[in-house]
């Protein structure tokens, strides 16, 4: 199938902010992803006390599932109820700050420290800021990016990693020509150029 029908779609960030307001959250898993659980093996391969990146997090429950493992998880999300709605359900006492390095971000921790998770987009973060990752779980996220920015994002997320870092991608096969996105159709040849 040809995902030429939906290079030019756009989602702002308004539309997803709207998401949430509204409850129109069907990718929200409450019981987690059944890949996730899958793969963890292939993730952790083995190591303790890894530091994890979930890019345009969400409130995914597999966040609080590795800091109970006694991993240190990141997230980014552009919609601070979807950060609050996390701690809030899991009972995470949490505390706010704002971030230095970029203007009208907002970093939201759980007070044993292990959860940190910025409100704002993840073009606004840098290994810098950030630091680098063992590992990445990419579920809606590069196919949520708009089609038009997904080599920034792959770019950003090369630089974000640790030199043996394990990266979980979640993506979705379907005939783009029947389904607008997101998810968006990202067919492994292009998952392939993409990431080199
Ligand atoms: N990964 C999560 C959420 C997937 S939906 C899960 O598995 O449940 C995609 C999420 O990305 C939405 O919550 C949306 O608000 C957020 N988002 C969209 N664009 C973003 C951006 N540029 N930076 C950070 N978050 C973004």
């Given at each position: 199938a040809?995902t030429?029908?939906q290079k030019?779609?756009?989602?702002?960030?308004?539309?997803?902010l709207?998401?949430?307001?509204t409850?129109?959250?069907?990718?929200?898993?409450?019981?987690?992803?059944?890949?996730?659980q899958?793969?963890?093996?292939?993730?952790?391969?083995?190591?303790?006390?890894l530091r994890?990146f979930f890019p345009?997090c969400?409130k995914a429950v597999?966040?609080?599932?590795l800091a109970?493992m006694?991993?240190s998880?990141v997230?980014?999300?552009?919609s601070?109820?979807?950060?609050k709605e996390?701690?809030?359900?899991?009972?995470?006492?949490?505390c706010?700050?704002p971030?230095?390095?970029i203007s009208?971000?907002k970093?939201?921790?759980?007070?044993s420290?292990?959860?940190?998770?910025?409100c704002?987009?993840?073009?606004?973060?840098?290994?810098?800021?950030?630091?680098k990752f063992?590992?990445?779980?990419?579920?809606?996220a590069?196919?949520a990016?708009n089609?038009?920015d997904?080599?920034r994002?792959?770019s950003?997320m090369?630089t974000?990693?640790?030199k043996?870092?394990?990266?979980?991608?979640v993506?979705?096969?379907?005939?783009?020509?029947?389904h607008?996105?997101?998810p968006?159709?990202?067919p492994?040849?292009?998952?392939?150029?993409?990431?080199?």
């Amino acid at each position: 199938a040809s995902t030429e029908s939906q290079k030019d779609r756009l989602v702002t960030e308004e539309e997803w902010l709207r998401k949430w307001e509204t409850g129109n959250i069907g990718f929200h898993k409450e019981q987690g992803h059944p890949l996730f659980q899958q793969y963890l093996d292939v993730l952790l391969n083995g190591r303790s006390g890894l530091r994890v990146f979930f890019p345009l997090c969400g409130k995914a429950v597999e966040m609080k599932w590795l800091a109970d493992m006694g991993h240190s998880v990141v997230g980014v999300e552009v919609s601070e109820q979807a950060l609050k709605e996390f701690f809030v359900e899991h009972n995470l006492p949490y505390c706010e700050e704002p971030v230095p390095e970029i203007s009208g971000a907002k970093m939201l921790q759980s007070i044993s420290g292990n959860i940190t998770l910025y409100c704002c987009s993840i073009y606004d973060l840098s290994s810098s800021i950030v630091g680098k990752f063992d590992g990445v779980w990419d579920r809606g996220a590069l196919v949520a990016v708009n089609p038009c920015d997904r080599q920034r994002y792959v770019s950003l997320m090369i630089t974000l990693m640790e030199k043996n870092s394990s990266y979980l991608l979640v993506t979705v096969s379907y005939d783009p020509n029947k389904h607008k996105g997101p998810p968006f159709y990202v067919p492994e040849s292009e998952i392939k150029s993409l990431f080199g």
